[in-house]
């Protein structure tokens, strides 16, 4: 059974950081891609930032472009989410998500985790 564990996430004073991590489960991971992803209240889910498992390619939303970096170890089957200079807007439930080799889609997703940040 596929599991993804987010950890990490608080409270947090704007223009602090914190690590995101997404310890996953129940499979091989070799070429899955690993995506985070957020939805604040009242909003729609939407992309953060994603990296694959074995090339290290990385993709991130404009929105946090420069502010977060995305990484991934291997032997721990997890993936880091590194955000800096934290924003109000930040503010959201992040999730992490496994997406299987050409497909478009993710399938598999953790439950969430908050983070706040107050101004």
């Known amino acids: 059974q596929v599991q993804l564990v987010e950890s990490g996430g608080g409270l947090v004073q704007a223009g602090d950081s914190l690590r995101l991590s997404c310890a996953a489960s129940?499979?091989?991971?070799?070429?899955?891609?690993m995506g985070w992803f957020r939805q604040a209240p009242g909003k729609e889910r939407e992309f953060v930032a994603s990296i694959t498992w074995t090339g290290g390619t990385t993709a991130y939303a404009d929105s946090v472009k420069g502010r977060v970096t995305i990484s991934r170890d291997n032997a721990k089957n997890t993936v880091y989410l590194q955000m800096n200079s934290l924003k109000p807007e930040d503010t959201a439930v992040y999730y992490c998500a496994t997406r299987p080799p050409y497909r478009a889609s993710y399938d598999y997703w953790g439950k969430g985790i908050q983070v706040t940040v107050s101004s």
């Open positions: 129940g499979r091989t991971f070799s070429s899955y891609t």
